[in-house]
């Protein structure tokens, strides 16, 4: 046989240059909004729905924090406990319910109080086990709002009590009789571009052409818009400017539409006059943002909610709530229609079309254009609050 010529090496490739990073286009300008990949501490955020908590225990991962959720059989309330055995570090969320108001973990049966989080028992080491007692489980304070359970993640006050979960809570949520429709699930892509995408007034128009719901809803573009804050608010405020612009075998953008039917509370929808509850809000602009990542789209008569949960540096919990605030038939009604069309329609198809950017994009670095103001008053925003970053595991932020 011919033996055969040794190959010879190849080259390695020269390296493609990559565009060039133009100054300011990394997020070192917000250097707090850059650390807080897992968001933020001392934060109240909406896990599952309640009614998916029972005796089973449920696994959820919140600012890259791992908590079992489950219902104290005791009380019927539900308790928040680091998911992870301190014995061999098993979760405690693969364990068993054995004894009222505790959990046991599978692998050798130490069981932990559901309401202080304490080693009670450790079944393999007989009744009178030397290390019982002595250890403890991390609880986490828990509280049912608007049918999902919030969790509290980040330190107690002095007295040992987390603040009220009200405060990430917007207000007319927990001061009113309400109805509401929603969707909870996890998306991939971080929480920051989940929420920015929220906020983002460019997409709107062009992104969600394709949308079924722009059939019922005009979408509005960036119009000069002006950012204030009101109470813990960012806003977006459009002054009334219109402009048109022809793109040949497009169309024309404009605003002209959307200044028409422009749904602000004291502008009557086409349904008649703007809800009492949303009317009294007073809103400047219908598009608004707050900590800990939480949107609000107030229409006349409905306002559709937005919580972006870390989960972890790759995941977002994605909770879509459109609310109404009224009781009896007109209540059973919007329920009907929430289930019949809105929910597939737009926390569907609609809100696709946004997980489907926040998972694809790769940004920073960026090279923002005017309509981006919204991003920058959020991330400026959050430099000038008082927030304290989650830490990542192993990076020292
Ligand atoms: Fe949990 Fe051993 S790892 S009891």
New binding site residues.
């Given amino acids: 046989t011919v033996p055969r010529r040794p190959r010879r090496p190849r080259e390695a490739p020269a390296p493609v240059p990559g565009p060039p990073v133009q100054a300011g286009s990394d997020w070192t300008t917000w250097s707090t909004y850059d650390a807080a990949e897992l968001g933020f501490r001392n934060h109240w955020y909406p896990a599952v729905w309640a009614h998916e908590v029972g005796r089973k225990p449920v696994p959820v991962t919140i600012c890259g924090e791992k908590v079992v959720l489950v219902r104290d059989d005791r009380t019927g309330r539900i308790q928040g406990l680091h998911d992870r055995?301190?014995?061999?570090?098993?979760p405690?969320s693969l364990?068993r319910r054995q004894f009222p108001g505790t959990i046991?973990?599978?692998?050798?049966?130490?069981t932990y109080d559901l309401e202080d989080g304490r080693l009670c028992a450790?079944i393999?080491d007989g009744p009178d086990s030397p290390i019982s007692g002595k250890v403890s489980v991390a609880t986490y304070p828990v509280e049912e709002r608007l049918g999902l359970v919030f969790v509290y993640i980040g330190e107690l006050g002095e007295d040992g009590t987390a603040p009220p979960v009200e405060k990430d809570i917007p207000a007319e949520l927990t001061e009113n009789t309400l109805v509401l429709g929603g969707r909870n699930e996890i998306r991939d892509g971080n929480w920051r571009f989940a929420a920015e995408n929220g906020f983002d007034e460019g997409h709107a128009k062009y992104l969600h052409n394709t949308a079924l719901w722009r059939l019922f809803k005009v979408m509005p573009t960036w119009n000069r818009t002006r950012i204030v804050e009101r109470d813990g608010w960012l806003i977006r405020v459009q002054d009334e400017v219109h402009w048109e612009a022809d793109f040949p075998g497009v169309g024309s953008f404009s605003n002209k539409r959307w200044w028409k039917r422009m749904p602000l509370p004291d502008r009557p929808g086409k349904n008649g006059n703007a809800n009492p509850v949303i009317a009294a809000l007073d809103l400047p602009g219908f598009v608004s943002i707050r900590l800990p990542g939480i949107l609000r789209v107030a229409y006349p008569q409905f306002i559709h909610y937005e919580w972006y949960v870390p989960v972890d540096a790759d995941h977002v919990r994605y909770v879509q709530l459109m609310v109404r605030f009224e009781t009896g038939l007109r209540a059973a009604a919007f329920k009907a229609k929430y289930l019949a069309a809105i929910r597939w329609l737009f926390h569907g198809q609609f809100t696709a079309q946004d997980a489907w950017m926040v998972d694809v994009m790769d940004s920073p670095p960026e090279r923002l254009y005017r309509p981006d103001l919204s991003l920058t008053a959020w991330r400026k925003h959050i430099e000038d609050s008082d927030v304290v970053v989650q830490a990542v595991a192993g990076r020292g932020h």
Avoid at 85 to 90: A, I, L, S, W
Avoid at 104 to 110: A, E, F, L, R, T
């Fill in positions: 055995c301190p014995h061999r570090g098993v405690l364990g046991s973990c599978p692998y050798h049966g130490w450790v393999t």
